[in-house]
């Protein structure tokens, strides 16, 4: 099995349906949750090559079953391999506590969620959560820039399991009596912990269930239907686009072991002669990705012998539809027939799928946030409490010192941020976009919530976005309204 992956952000791997390609209009109103949202103006009329990431993208993983899988594993290799104590086994999964973007602060052991200039909006101590003031007396201005050997951030789904159990771990450890708490970690039984030793036996865990022991992966495959949701929405929408005569490929992190098994299960036709049907709804199929360094220096391409799962040099004979492992987005794209602006890509890892694609090449994005049918749910449910807000704070600019109004904002923060579980919205606290919600905005093309609300648009689709409005632009057009409806107000006899 290869393990030429990167294992550096958490991400180390990577009914039968009729579908409706007629364009929407006020006789078909898509729910929400099957829409496609829009940053940029994108075309697919232009695109000519689709390609999917496996983990998160074509393959959704069932949360919180998968999600407390990692963790339990996790908490076993520390004690089994790195000596915790057994007492830790008996922490638990709390589905609610965690959310994708966090950042966590090796240094103070601290959980952050920032906006995207570093002012922290939230911060959790273990399980605790910090006030104005201890936030301040940390983080003077309460703010942290993003410094890579201080900061680590949670990117993907994947890293829900360890931001609970680094939460959990902290909490347990600090709350014994016989431990002494300093600045960077405690004193227990003589020894000194640090919160940044601690993150890295994790991290080791981590990396160890998804490539070296494989054991996460081993368990997922030895229970798929407990761990991995089938959809018949994917093929439909595969076949559609490759009856379009575009193009179709596969470009995952996860070696072709663990693809293999999971595209068998989501796209196989059943018959153990056939074992290989799922290989048909690609025209290239690439394992190994090493994203992001793809898109930049990549990694030797290379085939993959499908029959032992070796990698072999690209003269050797394999059977079967060739299998590629490695390369980088140029090497693909010409191996497409297409130029760059030609192809989108469809991920979940808003760094190494989406920000560092758009940066570094000129294919399109699409984001798959697996949690935004949770934030649409919330969302509308306390929609008014948004627009309160947006009043509460307008009224606050003019009106600095009424403390009673203060009060009132942030209980309607807080009561907006407890709708979305315990560390809130994935995109945002109270009316201030998270780090991860700036960069969606900002990097995304379009983004949605499962890969198969593609089967629901056209081809032939235009997606199109509202004008981008700077505060100047949208005051002037506020003042030609309002005097538009003094005039007319005046001169009811006008004919139009």
Known sequence: MSKNIDTSEGYVSEESMSVNLASPGPENIRPNHEKIFVNRNLNLSKITCYGFDMDYTLCEYISPEFDELAFTLAKQFIVEKLGYSEEILSLEYDPQFPVRGLWFDRQTGNLLKVDQFGKILDCRHGLRTLNSQEIKSIYPGRIQRKDDKRIFVMNTVFNLAETCLVAALVHHFESKDDTVCT??????D???????????DIRAAIDDIHVDSLLLKKTCIANLSRYIKKDDHLPAMLRSIKASGRKTFLLTNS??????????????????????FWLSYFDLVVVDACKPRFFSTGTPMQRVDQ???????????????????????????????????????????????????????????????????????????????????????????????????KMRLWDTVNELNKGFGG????????????????????????YTGTVNNLAGYDLEQRFVTDTVKLPHEREIEEDFIRSGMSSSLGNDSIDI
């Not at 600045?183 to 227990?188: K, L």
């Not at 995109?427 to 093309?445: C, E, H, P």
């Open 307 to 405: 029959s032992t799962s070796s990698l072999v040099p690209l003269s050797a004979d394999t059977s079967g539809q060739e299998v590629y492992s490695g390369g980088n987005h140029t090497t693909i794209t010409s191996m497409l027939g297409a130029e760059g602006p030609d192809v989108i890509y469809a991920g979940d890892h808003l760094l190494a799928d989406v920000i560092k694609c758009r940066k570094l090449c000129e294919w399109r994005t699409l984001l798959i946030v697996p949690e935004l049918l949770h934030e649409l749910e919330v969302t509308q449910k306390n929609f008014g409490l948004l627009s309160q807000l947006s009043k509460f704070e307008a009224v606050l600019a003019d009106n600095p010192d009424l403390g009673e109004l």
């Open 255 to 276: 070696d072709w072991w663990y693809t293999n098994h999971i595209m068998k299960y989501l796209l196989g036709d059943g018959q153990k002669d056939n074992k290989d």
């Open 183 to 188: 600045a960077t970690g405690w004193t227990r």
């Open 423 to 446: 560390l809130g919205s994935v995109f945002r606290s109270g009316s201030k976009l998270t780090y991860f919600g700036s960069q969606v905005m900002i990097w995304a093309d379009l």
């Open 190 to 200: 003589g020894q000194d912990v640090t919160f940044a030793s601690l993150f890295k």
